[in-house]
């Protein structure tokens, strides 16, 4: 076991790739044999990871699990991997809804099966190595290469416009990607005339002096990497038609884990590295993350896709975790870091319905369905489940990540807060006229009168989302006590940079009440 533990993340690392090796010399017509094995190799991948939740020492900020090699002497990189209580949430919802997507696929992913189960388990990969990566140019490889399999997965399994989303995706992360490297190499070469050394090491960088002109122009250049994978209003416009064409498999990882990786860039790289940018910009920031709020939610309201709404709400959603981050306080951070576990498990269980849905009726068009609630009594009860936990209704998830978020931004932002609280408003009307609109009213088209209710195999996909939604939101301390410590020494070290508070107390005082 001990042996286990201390290479437990090159082990949740390279397991999946490892598998997707392994299913490459099965032959590619035994479809079921590939599907099956897929998916439980995905299942064994989530239980090793509970390990870390299991031996994860709740009471310590300290990086966990640390495992540190020598990779490029040259260049100072070294393979340096490690978690604290943020990526071990992240680390974990992966392995979860890998495990999910791929349980989830067997009715909508229909040809190239195999080369299907090989990308989403490379995926799984790239997406555990980002978040458990230290070294920077670790983390940047894992990066990028995490877009090369979703590129194919929405291009080749997609629906019609499928192309044409998958080369917008690919092309807004990429130019995000470049513009952020430009941030990174100034740094490096910053460090290395002050030391005299190349390090990618991250907790060495963040000693680096920036003078603080400088600062600014490489926060911004980060901020515009980290803020397209968000995403953050105005680098938005790729989402909606990414989240519409995807898979439902694809969806679900878009929402449910790839989002994730903005708010943890600002979180592990952006913020600590330029903490006197990031409070200057920060009301400039928090005026995006309002603006996200409010049109993400008005845009929800008009869609006559199923599909397209959900994904809008993610915009909504995401501006609420924007906020609390940046609000920068120890209960507003804790309860961003907690919504973005609650936004990976109700979302992507709300795409998880949307799908099949579609894979009943063929037809995303919420004017397609109506009534169809008295045919599908299961489905419509674990679905408005979800619809509530989304909404923040008191008992389930999202009410908890997104009461914590207000408290702790209101007292250091209050104006913004205030505004930010319609955004839960306009949720509760554009989620619940939607599931009035599919599930009640009438049955006036006949196809409706054939729905077939819940099979096994999606009940079974779905009750782990709905647990949690229960689980968080009745009682998240064991989620909190983990995430505590880090967020802690997260905004300690924000408060530490006094001079930078008196810099900007100007500007926060034109935004506060």
Do not use: C
Not at 181 to 197: K, R
Request: charged residues 10%; glycine residues 6%; without cysteine.
């Amino acid at each position: 076991m001990g042996l286990f533990l201390k290479y437990i993340l090159s082990i949740l690392i390279f397991f999946p790739l490892v598998s997707g090796i392994f299913l490459f010399f099965i032959n590619k017509e035994n479809e079921r044999l590939l599907r099956n094995l897929a998916t439980f190799l995905s299942l064994v991948e989530f239980i090793i990871s509970i390990f870390l939740f299991v031996y994860f020492k709740s009471s310590a900020y300290e990086f966990q699990f640390v495992e540190k090699f020598r990779w490029i002497k040259t260049f100072g990189a070294t393979y340096y991997l490690g978690i604290d209580g943020v990526s071990l949430f992240l680390i974990l919802l992966t392995t979860l809804l890998s495990f999910i997507s791929l349980l989830s696929s067997y009715k909508y992913v229909k040809v190239h099966v195999k080369e299907f189960v090989i990308l989403m388990l490379a995926l799984e990969t790239f997406m555990i190595g980002t978040f458990a990566a230290l070294d920077i140019l670790l983390f940047y490889l894992f990066w990028e290469f995490m877009l090369i399999p979703m590129y194919f997965i929405i291009g080749i399994w997609g629906s019609a416009r499928k192309i044409y989303s998958a080369v917008k995706f690919i092309l807004y992360t990429l130019a995000g990607s470049l513009i952020m490297l430009f941030g990174l190499i100034v740094i490096f070469i910053l460090h290395y005339d002050q030391t005299g050394s190349f390090t990618f090491n991250i907790l060495k960088l963040y000693h680096t002096h920036i003078p603080l002109g400088l600062q600014i122009i490489l926060f911004i250049a980060i901020f515009i990497g980290f803020a397209v994978k968000v995403p953050v209003f105005p680098f938005h416009t790729w989402l909606a038609d990414a989240h519409t064409e995807a898979p439902t498999a694809g969806s679900v990882i878009l929402a449910g884990v790839l989002l994730k990786f903005g708010i943890y860039g600002f979180f592990r790289f952006a913020i600590p590295l330029m903490p006197e940018a990031t409070l200057i910009l920060t009301p400039f920031i928090l005026v995006l993350a309002v603006i996200g709020i409010i049109y993400g939610a008005l845009v929800s309201m008009v869609q006559k896709d199923l599909k397209r709404l959900v994904a809008f709400s993610s915009i909504s959603h995401m501006g609420f975790i924007m906020l609390g981050l940046f609000a920068m306080t120890a209960i507003s951070v804790d309860g961003s870091i907690l919504q973005l576990i609650n936004h990976g498990i109700s979302t992507g269980a709300l795409f998880l319905f949307v799908g099949m849905l579609y894979e009943r009726r063929h037809t995303r068009l919420i004017s397609d369905f109506g009534g169809i609630a008295k045919k599908v009594p299961i489905l419509a009860a674990l679905f408005m489940i979800t619809v509530l936990s989304s909404i923040g209704l008191p008992g389930l998830n999202g009410f908890v990540g997104e009461f914590l978020i207000l408290v702790g931004s209101f007292k250091q932002y209050t104006v913004f807060t205030v505004i930010a609280t319609s955004g839960v408003i306009f949720a509760a009307v554009y989620l619940l006229w939607m599931f009035q609109r599919v599930m009640f009213q009438n049955i006036t088209n006949s196809k409706n009168e054939q729905f077939k209710d819940m099979d096994l195999r999606e009940i079974v996909t779905i009750i782990p989302l709905i647990f949690l939604m229960l689980y968080i939101g009745l009682y998240p301390t064991p989620f909190l006590s983990r995430i505590d410590p880090t967020v802690t020494h997260f905004v300690n070290m924000i408060n530490h940079h006094k001079y930078a508070y008196n810099l900007i107390k100007a500007k926060i005082g034109l935004f506060n009440a």
